[in-house]
């Protein structure tokens, strides 16, 4: 049995200690915590007592389910009770059941019972009872259904055992098990404990009740210090209790008078005790209000050990202000020209770097979040299918087409390549259209007077207009999603910007220059580039047109080759048979040239613009700028503006916490100088 704990004589009135642990949790809750609330699990076999022992906990005739007419608790009883400085007189509420479909009541007393029958059917959802009053402190307490007798073995012992011990094993709550006591045995419950719930017992209160009983049968103070010897566990604390009963609690319908009657029979097993000259190691161990005080006092050491926490929350959370009121004043003294000069160009800096990076190749921009396959860059609606001149879909495997990494995420110069090589391949499986007889005789025309072979020249015409019509909708639709990658390069720098600022506020403290806090600026520069691509995008798709002004110059080629073999008779089946086979060679030369030199061009006037001239383009429209010009860019005035209001919101808010410091360590004093055993959980 372990040693009574040493009772404080510095002694506070009670009402200071409540009001002081009543802004304890205040504070708690200004700072987003809370307080932990103790939680006591009590538990026994049917007819030990152990919903009595509840109602005694408490101080107050809180009748329990185990107190109603049928005697049994079958369901879970969830008692919380609740520091309310406001509850004069104690409130009792049942909070809603949805089992029953009710809604909160507020009962007196006296109807407790009757409410708590009502709802005592078997389910394994706890009735919840809160319970508040002004002299109190939170705690949760369990009253649970009884364990089944230590020889009882089916189905039904074993889920009321199961329930009993799902509430009692989270290692934060606080067992108190309730015996009877018996002479000459060992305690059921001492072993069901360490095998089943708490081996070393150091969270383990026991409660041996019907003491009075016990004692008749005692003569002797050598049988009865056995007894006690025996009945005790060296390994946890021990009480032995005895607890009105049947018409004598029901009488005590007040909390003065069932105080009175718990004191009373505790006298009364002290005196006889003593006239059997008992061992007075004992005493402190002997009646339910030393249970009760233990068990406040349990309580109380837990809030205190939650006080430190509070003040190390409160002194971080000033710190924390420290840091942004310094980080503010930075900010302010920043919003001059030359500052915000600097500013800007390390912006600028730092973007079109990383756009850099992004466009040669880099991991940095995290391509598993934000890089795309093929088939997520074409459901967006700036990219899209490839469609042919009649706005028919073309589809096709890009696998069958080999159309490199298309299932993977890439962002970028790589997914730049991967549109080229995928319009290389979409230009290579287009087809001239078949030729009708009216479209080469339109072609042909008269004879030419220069000696040219009209066959070649119809061809020549026909294939021009054949690629234009074929290609030209291809060319637009390469531009259009290089305009979309190129663009959303935006998107992935600001997720690598934002993951650089993270990791320098994991730093000593935050930069003061960082400028996510000026929009306006930042969507310039973003403008500016956004402009670029559309302009560097227009240029290079002007370049690959000219390769559709081309065309004719075939026909001398050809002319100079094979001029005699392409002389034929003004017979329409030999000049259609004739036409058709050179303006197919031609098309598909043409085509594969085309698709060739539009994707040199789109190098050489697309991807290295972008990694050269982008920079003098943007680097000199922000240096350029003027200091007014700056100033609006930054919305320097009404920054400034909402940057000193937010310093003194800053400052009041830091005065604020100093005083809460203060405040904090006296109801902390004013707690902890509180005698807990004469006070009420």
């Known amino acids: 049995m372990s040693s009574k704990p040493e009772t404080k004589t510095d002694s506070r009135p009670s009402d200071d200690v409540y009001s002081a642990f009543n802004k304890l949790q205040t504070f708690a809750r200004d700072l987003n915590t809370q307080l932990e609330v103790p939680e006591i699990v009590v538990f026994g076999r049917r007819g030990h007592g152990k919903s009595s022992v509840v109602e005694a906990l408490l101080g107050f005739p809180f009748s329990s389910v185990g107190n109603a007419p049928s005697g049994v608790t079958l369901r879970p009883v969830a008692i919380t009770v609740v520091n309310n400085p406001n509850a004069v007189k104690p409130v009792i509420t049942i909070k809603r059941d949805s089992s029953a479909n009710s809604t909160d009541q507020v009962v007196q007393p006296a109807q407790l019972q009757v409410e708590l029958e009502n709802r005592n059917s078997k389910s394994n959802v706890p009735i919840q009872v809160q319970y508040e009053y002004k002299n109190a402190w939170n705690v949760t307490i369990f009253d649970t259904p009884a364990l089944p007798a230590g020889d009882l073995k089916d189905n039904k012992a074993e889920a009321a055992e199961e329930l009993v011990l799902s509430l009692a094993k989270p290692s934060h709550r606080i067992l108190l098990a309730v015996e009877d006591v018996k002479e000459g045995a060992q305690s059921e419950m001492v072993s069901f404990v360490k095998a089943k719930l708490d081996p070393k017992l150091d969270r383990t209160l026991f409660a041996f009740t019907k003491f009075s009983e016990q004692l008749k049968g005692f003569t002797s103070s050598r049988d009865l210090n056995r007894y006690l010897s025996s009945v005790s566990s060296s ?331 392409l002389k034929v008779d003004q017979n329409n089946a030999d000049m259609k048979k004739v036409v058709t086979s050179l303006a197919e060679d031609l098309f598909v030369k043409i085509r594969d040239r085309i698709a060739r030199n539009v994707a040199l061009k789109t190098y050489n006037f697309f991807l290295v613009p972008m990694q050269t001239e982008l920079w003098t383009e943007i680097q000199g429209s922000i240096t350029c700028l003027s200091d007014s010009d700056l100033k609006e860019l930054f919305e320097v005035d009404a920054t400034v503006k909402k940057l000193e209001a937010d310093e003194n919101d800053m400052k009041l808010i830091l005065g604020k916490f100093a005083k809460q410091e203060s405040l904090l360590k006296q109801y902390a004093s004013d707690f902890s100088n509180g005698d807990p055993k004469s006070l009420e959980l």
């Not at 087409?401 to 290579?428: D, N, T």
């Not at 935006?490 to 930069?511: C, N, W």
């Open 235 to 565: 390994e946890a604390t021990s009480f032995f209790t005895t607890l009105p009963t049947g018409e004598v609690r029901l009488a005590a319908d007040t909390k003065e008078k069932y105080h009175a009657k718990v004191e009373e029979m505790t006298k009364e097993d002290l005196a006889n005790l003593e006239q059997l000259q008992y061992d007075r190691r004992y005493a402190n161990f002997v009646g339910m209000n030393n249970l009760r005080k233990h068990v406040q006092e349990i309580t109380w050491q837990k809030y205190q050990t939650n006080v430190p926490e509070l003040l190390k929350r409160l002194r971080f959370s000033k710190k924390r202000s420290e840091e942004r009121l310094t980080q503010l004043e930075g900010q302010i003294k920043s919003m001059n020209s030359n500052k915000l000069r600097g500013n800007a160009s390390k912006f600028v800096m730092q973007f079109l770097q990383m756009t850099e990076k992004l466009l040669v190749g880099t991991l940095e921009g995290n391509p598993g979040l934000n890089g795309q396959t093929l088939a997520e860059e074409k459901s967006q609606d700036e990219a899209g299918e490839w469609v042919d001149a009649d706005f028919c879909r073309i589809e096709f495997n890009p696998e069958d087409w080999k159309i490199p990494h298309h299932s993977s995420k890439l962002y970028g110069g790589q997914q730049l390549e991967r549109l080229l090589a995928e319009f290389k391949s979409v230009v290579e499986h287009s087809h001239m259209q078949e030729l009708s007889m009216d479209d080469i005789a339109t072609a042909t025309g008269p004879q030419k007077l220069n000696n040219a072979i009209n066959s070649v020249w119809a061809a020549s015409d026909i294939v021009q207009r054949q690629i234009s019509r074929a290609l030209n909708p291809l060319l637009d639709q390469l531009f259009k999603r290089a305009v979309y990658i190129s663009k959303r390069l935006v998107e992935v720098v600001d997720t690598m910007m934002e993951a650089e600022r993270k990791s320098r506020r994991r730093g000593p403290s935050a930069s003061s220059e960082e400028l996510e806090q000026y929009p306006f600026f930042t969507h310039a520069v973003k403008d500016l580039f956004y402009k670029f691509v559309d302009r560097t995008a227009e240029v290079c798709k002007a370049k690959c047109r000219d390769e559709f002004l081309s065309t004719r110059i075939i026909y001398w080629e050809r002319t100079a080759l094979d001029g005699k073999d």
